[in-house]
């Protein structure tokens, strides 16, 4: 799963396999690192507002 | 501050996204691993120097050297001794196994006095002075012959120190169990006079004629005939084999003839009568009659009157015997299966007569009549009155299963007391309830069974044996061997549990009688005596770990009186009733006689021979009306029933059921007993007259759907 | 009672009601959970598993919901990617339904291995090459994706949604949503292969194995290809029944056809390369390792040709052609009939690419070995039934899960 | 991975017509490797017997019947064009069944195995087991227990290692000697314990091994099915399902064509035009 799994080898297999996983995984993670992020701005953003 | 949703459902984020990212689940993931590899229930063996140390197995007759691998002197594993003049490297299951009879659930633990219908344990001292007691009063009561000894497996000191006792004791009524040793030296005293036993040289021969013998089922030295058997391809030598079923033995022979059940003497004189026939035979000392057999075998066992007997074609028979005669260095072998039970002289006779007129007695590769005179020197036994009264009176009967019917037919206790050791008759003997209630007939039995087997629960007392893992003796190489090897069997580990060796038990027992039987085993200690009594091979068997006693062909050919077969013997017979024949099977995986098998050697008996706790028999699919393979069955002979399950196999003949020995245990091992039936229960003995032998073959049965 | 839960104007039976259909439920929940903790505790004993039958009922549970869930991947890349907005309509379903569909297949796998509590080692000490560690890892990965594509629904819940940071992550998450079908599809598309490909790897199985374009086995083609085509089934056949029990029209007919249609294409065109498939493999792929037809079809008590009849006739081109055809398709018997035995078929399928690969002797001594599984096996078959039901249930009667719901019933509001 | 020239390619031939299936390699595997016995055995389908003897029949009817028995431990298969890729060792998921390239000996790693079966699923001699229960023994009995093999827990597939712990010792004993291991040093223990001597171990890779002289391997590729490596030139030696690519290193050896018929699967007719065929070099000229 990590490099320094030792049964991980440089090889065309890994690099295909988790090449994908990781891309897979890292969309994911960005994806909803940006929705929660974005919806703390806009909740913050409504209060704002909402004092005046 | 005053919590409100908002900050509430923060706290909440906050601490869920911080117990995520802390080392906590991590830390439990990688503990959880840990934990699955060590559960409390899994043992962990420790860990050693290895050392290995050499002994002798004495499960059979067979004898074979071992070499235990020890860890710390923690023995953990038994193999083959490679060189050993018996089985070189070879060893079977059973011996492999050897182990697990050290923690067998079913073993004796102490000292046991039967009270009421159950055991209580008691310590050594208690044992041997209430023996001891019980035997003064048998002795006292001036019928010191009305003690008895039942052993199984002949030869070792042991086994004669047994006997030794009775003789001071003054009792002749020593019994041994069935076996293919004694069946050996019974056909070489009527063939070639007492004193001799017959040993075949398998290793040499170029064509073994094997009448039904089960060479690698456990007959006679097992491994020895292991690797004989393995190196007659080598030797581009040749295995006939005549038996009803397609056995191991069969399947790995040259030749398959099969034969209908128990006609085999009949067929090895039938072959007699050819070789006369055609003078193919040569001539030896020959006496008591030769002329006369020589008519005999010529008129009743003309080819075709053997071929309606046997089923075997005369032209076969024939054939047969000129290849016999032919061969370079042939020899017939006599003993169906393991040669033990359900033997009859008349086939051991005709058998080993075939070696007589083919020339093959005491020539290389053929039978050889030894003269074993026994290695051990016991010195002079002293005898008080009693026992020289004792010693001259006639022994009760001839036979073990003679001694069973007599103590059932008589009235009054024929024994008051009765040794067991080293065999286990309520189980082994056919028609088991027959040997049961004989037991109830003796007031006082003593059992020195390492396992709480049939026997030994059908007794009074118990003084517990140490297992051959845990004891020193001599073991001499039984049946059928062509040469006599003495293996020493050494303790690889200190009795387990509060046991002894038979041999110190008597010693103490004699000891507690005082008088001359005490003076007849002065020794503090049987290794003691076994140093004194192997006298001049002790040094070999102490350094060596055994002595070879006897070797290669002995000299000079020995005579061979006719006059048993010239009379022409009747064939025993089947006896009960029903369409089919039941025939107990001799299965190499299945010990048949004591001790019972070893959990490992069950494992490896194929789900063809017991499935679940049903017994599964053999018959040929064209035997099987109305029955399904696989499915159950009832099994019904004169002496009981049984429900089986049911195998159809190609390889036994038609009309012929086959039922393994070895199953059936009823003594507390949920890994080997309960499982089947015995066979013994199923077939009552036919008793053969003159010789004694229990010569049922196997028994008139039916079989029905269930 | 929980009235303010409920969807703003929605029609939802009585609490008690609501309540006793759950218990009943709840109560066959129950009996699988017990059933599960006796597998974990005991062990594997407590089935009828044994050496040949090392994959068993367990096992085609996993690949067959897997299969049938296949529909959310599908209708979701249909949707996001391909942007058939009619599909909205049932797409919130499908996402649940699918959600169903995979946490099951985990917590069936959780039971189903030896060392439950090591069962993370398929993640940690990965072996590349084995199909079994791409369906572990693409499997967990898009039950994520379904989790996230599942989140907004429940955020629209009426009370969640007052909440103003949950009701701007639900907007944002349906903003970007487009991104997570894609992965998900993708994903999607790998482990139902490589669950495929566990089949079709197995050279030393002949009645597994198929030939290989450089990696990937036949199977794992036909497996995407399968679960793309009647995935669309079951959702549609839930619908049904949910409409069913709930007495009310809840996705408009134009959707349902709609998705019946592409389903329907897809399982012809699907059945066209299995049964060529099935063809190459007995006439080319078997023989060559010494293995005929009959062979795999004959001399036991169960498996004949009438299981390969079913797969491929009943369960496969006959819903194929029902549902291309508008007047079959639009007859709603047809229809029911279709989706009914597609998803029959599919699960078939998957029966036979576990269980009958281990039934077939292979070596020539050896023999057919057919099993029956023990009760707990069963009971834990049926959890994730019990658990679905509820699931649904719920989802329905809090979440606005079907956009049409209120127009189509419009005159049941009316009498109100 | 690489293999290296001096690596080792441990096989086994088994004489079936001197197999008298009297079962001491099976128990001596069973004492040697620690496994467990449970009451009852005779389900032979969740029995752990790493060597397992089949009894096979030539299917005629009396008196013409014929049996041999059939020794099987595990194949140690080299996988398709003998590159390591074992059916088994490539469906693992978690690498806990592993191919050695320096010995051909396919391991199994019990701590790391999570029970999942694909391997026993993948593996068509059922040379595989799982631990349906926890192994437990008849008190005092834990006491024979070897070190050098660590028993089991509930839920992992175990299987035959051709006695890898005793190559360790030897290998060790050699390395500290300076010199390389000898044919007799390493031999399994169901290999010493026949009686037959039925079973012969050794390099295949070492013409110096009495393995290697009997079965004398192809190193090419056969060309009637390039996914068969290592094929015997002895027109008495087969494989069990060689035709299946596996390259196991367990041959047999019988006198009886219908025994040697029996170790694979063919279609009508096929077993004529095989059955002279032995390896490529055999079959130019």
């Avoid at chain 2, 009421?116 to 208690?126: A, L, N, V």
């Avoid at chain 3, 009370?159 to 998450?173: D, E, G, R, T, Y």
Wanted: net charge negative; proline share 5%.
């Amino acid at each position: 799963m990590f490099p320094f799994c030792f049964e991980w080898a440089w090889d065309i297999g890994h690099a295909i396999f988790f090449g994908g996983l990781w891309y897979a995984v890292s969309i994911l993670g960005a994806g909803m690192t940006y929705c929660i992020a974005k919806a703390a701005y806009d909740t913050i953003k409504d209060d704002g507002d909402s004092h005046h | 501050m005053k919590i409100d949703r908002r900050s509430f459902l923060g706290l909440g984020l906050g601490a869920a996204a911080g117990i995520a990212v802390s080392p906590v689940g991590v830390k439990l993931t990688d503990d959880s691993s840990i934990w699955t590899q060590n559960w409390p229930w899994t043992p962990v063996p420790e860990d050693g120097e290895i050392s290995y140390e050499n002994s002798v197995c004495s499960l059979c007759p067979g004898s074979c050297g071992i070499s235990v691998r020890k860890i710390k002197n923690r023995p953990v594993k038994i193999e083959g001794l490679d060189e050993y003049p018996v089985n070189d490297g070879g060893i079977c299951l059973h011996g492999i196994a050897g182990l697990q009879y050290l923690y067998d659930p079913a073993r004796v633990k102490s000292p046991m006095r039967k009270n009421g219908d159950r055991f209580e344990p008691i310590s050594w001292d208690e044992a041997i002075s209430l023996v001891s007691g019980k035997l003064a009063d048998v002795r006292d009561s001036g019928a010191p012959h009305t003690l008895g000894l039942i052993s199984g497996g002949a030869g070792g000191s042991v086994t004669a120190l047994f006997k030794r006792f009775l003789d001071a004791f003054g009792s002749p009524n020593v019994y041994a169990m069935p076996s293919l040793e004694d069946n050996l030296s019974l056909t070489a005293a009527t063939l070639h006079g007492a004193g001799n036993t017959i040993g075949f040289d398998l290793e040499n021969a170029d064509l073994v004629l094997s009448f039904g013998a089960g060479l690698i089922e456990g007959w006679g030295s097992p491994m020895a005939c292991f690797k004989a058997n393995s190196a007659r391809r080598d030797r581009h030598a040749k295995l006939y084999q005549i038996e009803p079923r397609l056995s191991n033995t069969a399947a790995n022979a040259d030749r398959w003839i099969p034969i209908k059940p128990g006609t085999e003497a009949d067929l090895a004189l039938g072959l007699c009568a050819v070789l006369l026939k055609k003078n193919l035979f040569t001539p030896g000392e020959f006496f008591g009659g030769f002329n006369r057999f020589a008519a005999v075998v010529q008129k009743e066992y003309a080819p075709e009157k053997v071929e309606a007997v046997t089923g075997v074609k005369a032209a076969d028979i024939e054939k047969l015997a000129v290849a016999f005669a032919k061969a370079k260095m042939p020899v017939a072998v006599p003993g169906k299966g393991r040669g033990d039970h359900g033997q009859n002289l008349k086939e051991f006779a005709a058998v080993q007569t075939l070696n007589a007129l083919a020339g093959r007695l005491n020539k290389e590769g053929g039978a050889f009549v030894m003269n074993p005179d026994s290695y051990l020197a016991f010195p002079e036994a002293s005898m008080d009155d009693a026992a020289e009264a004792g010693a001259g009176q006639e022994k009760s009967v001839g036979s073990v299963n003679e001694l069973v019917d007599t103590l059932n037919a008589s009235a009054k206790p024929v024994l008051n007391a009765l040794f067991v050791y080293n065999a286990n008759p309520c189980y082994t003997l056919r028609d088991t309830k027959r040997v049961k209630e004989a037991f109830k007939k003796v007031p006082f039995v003593v059992s020195f069974s390492s396992f709480m087997d049939e026997t030994a629960m059908a007794s009074d007392v118990i003084l517990p044996a140490s297992t051959f893992l845990e004891r020193l003796e001599d073991v001499p190489t039984g049946g059928g061997l062509a040469k006599t090897v003495v293996g020493l069997t050494r303790p690889m580990v200190n009795p387990i549990f509060d046991t002894k060796n038979p041999g110190d038990a008597l010693i103490l027992l004699a000891q507690a009688m005082g008088g001359t039987i005490a003076e007849s085993c002065a020794w503090d200690t049987y290794d003691e005596c076994l140093e004194e009594v192997a006298g001049d091979i002790w040094d070999a068997l102490s350094e060596d770990g055994y002595a070879v006693v006897s070797e290669g062909a002995p000299m000079g050919t020995p005579g061979t009186d006719f006059s048993f077969l010239a009379s022409n013997p009747a064939s025993v017979q089947a006896g009960g009733n029903g369409d089919l024949l039941l025939v107990p099977i001799d299965n190499i995986r299945l010990a048949g006689t004591a001790p019972a098998s070893t959990p490992f050697a069950v494992k490896t008996v194929s789900d063809r021979v017991l499935s679940g706790t049903d017994i599964v028999v053999e018959i040929n699919p064209e035997t099987a009306k109305g029955l399904k393979d696989c499915g159950y069955a009832v099994l019904i002979t004169s002496q009981g029933k049984a429900r089986v399950k049911v195998n159809f196999n190609e390889g036994i003949m038609p009309g012929v059921i086959g039922m393994v020995k070895g199953l059936g245990h009823t003594f507390d091992n949920p890994y080997v007993a309960g499982k089947g039936v015995n066979v013994n229960d199923l077939i009552g003995p036919v008793i053969e007259p003159g010789s004694g032998m229990d010569a049922a073959f196997g028994i008139k049965a039916t079989l029905s759907k269930a | 009672m929980d009235s303010a839960l409920i969807p703003e104007g929605a029609k939802r039976c009585p609490f008690p009601k609501f309540m006793l259909g759950m218990a009943i439920v709840g109560a066959v929940l129950l009996w699988g959970v017990y059933a599960m903790f006796l597998c974990w505790f005991k062990g594997l004993n407590q089935t009828n598993m044994d050496d040949y039958y090392g994959f068993a009922l367990w096992i085609w549970a996993d690949l067959a919901v897997i299969a049938v869930g296949g529909g959310a991947f599908f209708t979701g890349l249909l949707k996001y990617i391909f942007k058939i907005d009619e599909l909205k309509n049932i797409i919130n379903f499908a996402v649940i339904i699918g959600f169903i569909c995979y946490s099951s297949a985990l917590l069936i796998l959780a039971i189903d291995i030896g060392q439950p509590l090591r069962g993370w080692f398929i993640f940690w000490h990965a072996n590349v090459h084995s199909m079994l560690t791409e369906v572990a890892f693409c499997l967990s990965c898009y039950f994520a994706v379904l989790t996230i594509e599942f989140i907004p629904n429940i955020l629209e819940n009426r009370q969640l949604n007052k909440v103003s940071f949950f009701h701007h992550l639900a907007h944002n998450m349906h903003g970007v949503m487009a991104v997570f079908a894609a992965t998900g599809a993708f994903l999607s598309f790998f482990h139902q292969g490589s669950l495929g490909g566990v089949a079709g790897v197995m050279f030393g199985r002949p009645f597994a194995f198929r030939e290989h374009i450089l990696i990937w086995p036949w199977t794992f083609f036909l497996f995407t290809w399968s679960a793309a085509a009647f995935g669309p089934c079951f959702t549609l056949l839930v619908t049904k029944i949910t409409e069913a029990i709930t007495g009310k029209k809840l996705v408009s007919d134009k959707t349902v056809n709609l998705l019946a249609k592409i389903s329907g294409w897809m399982i012809t065109t699907y059945m066209i390369a299995k049964i060529i498939d099935t063809v190459y493999w007995a006439q080319v792929t078997a023989p060559s390792m010494g293995f005929t037809l009959d062979h795999f079809y004959s001399n036991n008590a169960f498996y004949g040709y009438w299981i390969l009849f079913a797969e491929i006739i009943v369960g496969g081109v006959v819903p194929g052609l029902l549902l291309i055809f508008k007047k079959t398709r639009e007859n709603p018997i047809a229809l029911l009939t279709a989706i009914t035995l597609g998803v029959i078929g599919v699960c078939l399928n998957r029966w036979v690419m576990v269980l009958q690969i281990m039934a077939v002797p292979v070596m020539p001594f050896d023999t057919w070995a057919l099993y029956i599984p023990s009760w707990q096996e069963v009971a834990t078959t049926i959890l994730p039934v019990a658990y679905g039901i509820m699931l649904i249930a719920v989802s329905y009667r809090y979440l606005p899960v079907f956009p049409q719901e209120l127009e189509l019933n419009k005159p049941a509001q009316a009498t109100e | 991975m690489i293999q290296n020239t001096k690596a080792h390619k441990f096989g086994m031939v088994i004489d079936l017509d001197k197999c008298t299936g009297c079962g001491s390699c099976m128990v001596s595997c069973m004492a040697e490797n620690n496994v467990p016995f449970k009451e009852d055995e005779s389900r032979k389908k969740d029995s752990i017997t790493w060597m397992r003897v089949y009894k096979l029949t030539n299917g005629k009817s009396f008196p013409d019947t014929e049996v041999v028995y059939m020794p099987r431990p595990c194949q140690h298969c080299s996988g398709l064009g003998d590159h390591g890729h074992s059916p088994c060792v490539s469906v693992c998921p978690a690498t806990a069944t592993d191919y050695g390239y320096d010995t051909g000996i396919v391991s199994q790693i019990y701590t790391r195995c999570f029970g999942c079966r694909y391997c026993m699923g993948a593996c068509p001699y059922h040379a595989r087991y799982f631990n349906w229960w926890d192994p437990t023994w008849p008190e005092g009995m834990e006491s024979y227990l070897s070190p050098n093999v660590s028993p089991r827990m509930r839920g992992v597939v175990e299987k035959c290692s051709f006695c890898y712990h005793r190559y360790q010792l030897a290998r060790e004993k050699a390395y500290v000697e300076e010199r390389e291991i000898e044919e007799n040093e390493y031999q399994t223990a169901c290999t010493t314990a026949c009686p037959a001597d039925a079973i012969i171990f050794g390099d295949l890779n070492n013409p110096a091994h009495q393995v290697h002289q009997i079965v004398k391997p192809d190193p090419h590729p056969d060309p009637r099915n390039h996914k068969v490596v290592g094929k015997s030139r002895n027109p008495k030696v087969f494989r069990l399902l060689e035709r299946l690519g596996t390259n196991t290193k367990v041959y047999y050896m019988s006198e009886r064509e219908w025994v040697r018929k029996a170790g694979d699967s063919y279609l009508d007719g096929e077993w004529d035009e095989v059955k002279n065929h032995h390896g490529s070099s055999s079959s130019h000229g």
